[in-house]
């Protein structure tokens, strides 16, 4: 079973691979839709997927 972290990074690696380039816009779309639900739950999870998705862009993991 995997963490809460491991769950993050895995997810923003499936982002990646699945959406390239235009991973922050589907990112963005998700975090945009949940906001509009109210789902603070959800915006928080998307955003952390963000960071970890940016840090895999940049080749910088901490």
Known sequence: ???PEEERWAE??????LHGEHGP???AERIGA???????AGVARWKEIAHRFDQLGR???Q
């Open 1 to 3: 079973m995997l963490t």
């Open 12 to 17: 923003a690696l499936a982002i990646l691979r």
């Open 25 to 27: 816009a589907f990112i």
């Open 34 to 40: 949940l906001a509009l639900e109210g789902d603070e």
């Open 59 to 61: 080749g910088t993991l």
